[in-house]
């Protein structure tokens, strides 16, 4: 089973602040995905990145896929509260299952 | 709008009962998954299935056992249930490529006293 590793595993901020949440793993990603997840609901679908280097915008959200797709990062732009909640990155090796990483519990203090 | 249904929410159990934990999706998708999940931390993959009468056992451990007899329908059952058991439980399809990401359900937290 391979590991993604995200960082960090905590994050309290204020709102209107920047904030970049990051996922790393020592083998090549065939495509890599971000999810949000809410409290009691299952996680939720946010990105899916293929090409190495590629950069995707969504609202206030940018992720992007490292050159050698081994990583990936989210930054978000002015956070709100809304933003709470665990954000999980999601890899595919090869022709393998989908790998969930370790999860960013992210918190928007109003 | 949902496409993929779990029930109960919400299960607080005795221990050594029998449960079983419904999945249905009406996406037409082949594969589908089960996740154990303690709240806030990462997802355990404990059954997949990539159709109909086939099944096979994920990462993670689990005494739980699961059927696949229709496409749509997932269920996963716990013949004796007992207070490790106390998780959230998720169940999730995909496309074929897994292009769309996976559909997650939203969950089933049980509670075993």
């Known amino acids: 089973t391979q590991l993604l590793e995200q960082s960090p595993q905590f994050l309290s901020i204020q709102e209107g602040e920047n904030l970049t949440v990051y996922c790393n793993s ?10 949000r997840q809410e409290p009691g ?3 939720v679908l946010l990105v ?8 995707k915008k969504l609202k ?20 709100q509260p809304g933003d709470t909640g665990l954000y999980l990155c999601a890899g595919v090796f090869g022709n393998e ?11 928007i203090i109003p | 709008e949902a496409d993929i249904y779990q029930t109960p929410r919400y299960l607080v159990i005795g221990t050594g009962k029998k449960i079983t934990l419904e999945c249905s999706q009406t996406m037409g998708h082949d594969k589908m998954y089960w996740y ?20 096979e056992k994920g990462d993670l451990s ?3 056992t699961v059927s696949r007899i229709r496409t749509e329908h997932f269920p996963l059952t716990l013949e004796s249930a007992r207070p490790s058991h106390t998780s959230q439980y998720l169940c999730a399809s995909s496309d074929p490529g897994d ?13 075993v006293v």
């Open chain 1, 26 to 35: 020592s083998s090549v990603f065939s495509s890599l995905q971000w999810y």
């Open chain 2, 62 to 64: 689990s005494e739980s």
């Open chain 1, 97 to 107: 299952k989908l790998t969930f990483g370790t999860g960013t519990r992210l918190t």
């Open chain 1, 41 to 43: 609901e299952g996680p």
């Open chain 2, 99 to 111: 292009i769309y990401g996976y559909t997650f359900g939203s969950g089933t937290r049980l509670t």
């Open chain 1, 60 to 79: 206030r959200l940018t992720f992007q896929f490292g050159d050698a797709r081994k990583d990936s990062s989210l930054h978000i732009t002015a956070a």
């Open chain 1, 48 to 55: 899916t990145v293929v090409t190495g280097g590629e950069v």
């Open chain 2, 36 to 55: 154990q999940q303690d709240p806030g931390m990462e997802l355990h993959l404990i059954h997949y299935s990539y159709g109909v009468n086939s099944t």
